[in-house]
């Protein structure tokens, strides 16, 4: 069974592992961060998740909900501990919220040879990405620690992004298949590799 490691399960994160629930595929969550109330209206945790680490809320609810066993690491990805939790991947998921922990993914991925997909939104919410390392550049965030999807905002196009982003963790897992993806509210344009 292929190994899938989500890195960053927040607003694209967390909708894209729901969606990739019924995949033939060991889901591995790693996220550091908490649920706070503002990220139930985005993402897909639920109330009684306020306040538990991101991974192990949601590994919870892929029980619970669906029945779907995941591992969850609820640590902050680093130089330090990239190796350790994506080694064994087959792929690796990029929907972090930051230009720092992009990069760090996607050296790693790099120097591993591990296949590695980045999902992004704009910081306004007026298109999203797909596309695989390599293809991909980072953005600075206009602060530290600035989150483009807080409240709700922009929840349209975070879904698209999200259910856009999942099919392309499905159809690597499946076929192999790598294709980038611009997304707005218009449409979703794919390319293939």
Known sequence: MKRVVFCGV???GSNAVVACRNLEARLVLVDFDRVESKNCLSQAFVKPSIGKNKADALKLQLSSFWGVKA????VRVDE???ATLCGSADLVVDAFDNAKS???L???AKSAGKPLVHA???AD???GLVRWDGRFAADEEPSAGAATCEGGEHLPLIALVASTLARAVQDYVERGARRDS???LSGVTTTSE
């Open 106 to 108: 996607s050296a790693w």
């Open 80 to 82: 330090g501990n990239v």
């Open 120 to 122: 992004a939104v704009s």
């Open 71 to 74: 591992e969850s690491f609820g």
């Open 10 to 12: 927040g607003a694209l």
């Open 182 to 184: 611009m997304v707005a």
């Open 125 to 127: 919410g007026t298109f």
């Open 102 to 104: 992009r990069r760090v």
